[in-house]
């Protein structure tokens, strides 16, 4: 009887649930999604008032937003959901007990702690110095020690699913490997074990120049090392949402990966070469040598960005094969046309592998060149990158697999399905949008961290293209459309767990029954005739090399050889 107290058997999944990790996924989750409503907020504030029509905010509210809106979107939701799909991954995956809930609760309250602490100090109106930080902007002490609280309660969570990790093999719950989704995982929390220590690194010391007992904090060196947190922070991400990637269509297609060797290895090249990307931060900055620079963004970068082409022909190659074996064998795109787009579990999912692909990818290699970096580092483009890879690879693949934990962790059938199927279609469009257009307005010149980009107070005006300014408008509409979509997820979400049929007491539907057991026992495809995925690599490529030269044509034409 002790042992039912302890765990339960999810009665479409057969998989052994220990409840003290079922509940700190729920309070990891909740607390995920309550920060997502309340930074989406704020960013759609930054949106408006980046829209020369509309101009929302004054300049201090909108750096204040612009401020909370970084923290809470780019650290505080991930992070927490990335919390959950730790201990999911750990202890779910492997049928085997939590190590030490205690220390978890401990890391959980931290971070809440941390976080709001963060967001009190930036609604107080003297911490308004961006996500980034920079010194010699200062903000409030309660700035940096939320920011440090926040980071040893997520480090501790990550020292509790290596534990986890040392249980299961212990007690035997699991044989063979731990599952690519673990495995997946396992990536993300070495990186985010990395990231949390560089973070401390640098907000220590600036934590004691805020209370005037360090005189000086060099600059350069700060940005040096605090990139190695800013930008690994994504890396923990990118980590993350590939595995949910795995997940979901193993899930809900039964999906096996083309080589589950060749995937794990994807994964090790992400530990040894993903955090090199945070070099593409500085390559205008002075101080480094420019040796350094282009081995970290041309030599060393290229094994992280196979890793990713892996994984990018992986996931649907995946697919493609499951759906083939299912008879759905007719023309190159049937196994695609047929897939199942009404669950939003598969279309979240594949959408935010399409456009984390397309459009995130291909901007970060592009970026990430040392020469085409010079015309568009510091301008508008770079968020436009970092809203492809984070809002619409990371965050719309963990909405996705949401459609997915609410019946097998909550217990609960997702209420207002139809606003469930359409959601990830809105908010994709909507950020797909905000990516292209920020992108497109930071080719022409449009700086980022500016208040009005009309310079409507400046002392020397410059007044940029027609097509700039359409852009920023349109960038508005796409911030609305995406704020929809995540209004739509929010509420989806909150009304299945609070109001949503409990699924013990009726048989879950077969468009989000979880078949989570799959995912403990993978293997590989088992075939690499695979013609329609092999089509959308051939595109990918050609989108890549085309897009890649059509900028440094444009180099050529801002810096001019004499």
């Known amino acids: 009887m002790a042992i039912n107290r302890i765990f339960r058997t999810c009665p479409s999944t057969g998989l052994k649930i220990h409840r003290p990790a079922e509940n700190l996924i729920k309070a990891n989750a909740v607390a995920a999604v309550v920060f997502l409503a309340v930074g989406g907020l704020f960013g759609l504030s930054v949106a408006l008032t980046r829209w020369p029509a509309v101009h929302l905010l004054p300049a201090d509210w909108f750096y204040l937003a612009l401020t909370a809106h970084g923290l809470d979107v780019l650290l505080v939701w991930i992070i927490f959901f990335e919390m959950a799909v730790l201990y999911f991954a750990s202890a779910i995956l492997l049928n085997s007990r939590l190590a030490t809930p205690r220390w978890a609760w401990t890391g959980f309250w931290m971070m809440l702690v941390g976080a709001l602490i963060v967001n009190a100090a930036v609604l107080a109106g003297n911490s308004s110095v961006m996500f980034t930080s920079y010194v010699p902007m200062k903000a409030s002490p309660w700035f940096y020690l939320g920011f440090l609280l926040f980071a040893v309660g997520a480090l501790i969570g990550c020292f509790v699913f290596f534990g986890t990790l040392v249980v299961a093999k212990d007690e035997k719950t699991y044989e063979g490997s731990i599952p690519l989704v673990t495995f997946g995982a396992l990536t993300a929390a070495i990186i985010a074990v990395f990231t949390i220590a560089s973070g401390a ?25 605090w990139w190695a947190m800013g930008h690994s922070s994504q890396q923990i991400n990118v980590s993350a949402h590939v595995a949910v990637w795995y997940a979901i269509a193993a899930i809900v297609l039964g999906a096996k990966p083309l080589s589950e060797k060749v995937s794990r290895g994807a994964f090790l090249l992400y530990i040894l070469f993903l955090q090199l990307a ?17 081995f970290n963004t041309s030599y060393a970068i290229y094994l992280a960005v196979l890793a990713s082409m892996i994984h990018g022909m992986s996931v649907p190659g995946a697919i493609e094969a499951a759906q083939r074996k299912r008879g759905l064998t007719n023309g190159i795109f049937e196994w695609l046309r047929k897939a199942p787009w009404g669950n939003p579990a598969f279309s979240g999912m594949f959408m935010s592998l399409i456009l984390f692909g397309f459009l995130g990818g291909i901007s970060g290699v592009v970026m990430g060149t040392e020469q085409l970096n010079l015309i568009m580092h510091n301008t508008l483009y770079v968020p436009g990158h970092f809203h492809a890879t984070v809002v619409a690879g990371t965050t719309l693949a963990f909405m996705a697999i949401t459609y997915l934990l609410v019946p097998l962790i909550f217990q609960r059938e997702l209420v207002l ?23 497109g307005a930071g080719t022409l010149g449009v700086p980022r961290r500016v208040w009005d980009i009309q310079g409507a107070d400046a002392l020397l005006s410059y007044d940029y293209p027609a097509a700039a300014y359409l852009m920023m408008g349109l960038n508005g509409m796409s911030a609305i459309l995406a704020a929809l979509g995540g209004v739509m997820y929010v509420v989806v979400v909150v009304g299945s767990i609070l109001f949503g049929e409990r699924t013990a007491e009726k048989e879950p539907e077969a468009s989000v029954a979880p078949k989570a057991s799959v995912v403990g026992h993978y293997g590989s495809a088992g075939t690499l005739k695979l013609p329609g995925t092999a089509v959308l690599v051939s595109i990918f490529f050609t989108a890549f090399v085309l897009y890649y030269f059509v900028n440094w044509k444009y180099l050529s034409e801002v810096w001019p050889l004499r």
């Open 201 to 225: 690194v640098i907000l220590i010391p600036t934590l004691l120049w805020s209370l005037d007992i360090v005189s000086h904090i060099d600059t350069l060196m700060y940005r040096t090392v």
């Open 278 to 294: 945070s070099a593409h931060h500085l390559l205008v900055d002075p101080g480094i040598s420019s040796t350094w620079k282009i």
């Open 417 to 439: 399905k139809s606003w469930a199927k359409l959601q990830p279609y809105v908010f994709a469009i909507g950020v797909a949008g905000i990516s292209l257009f920020m992108m």
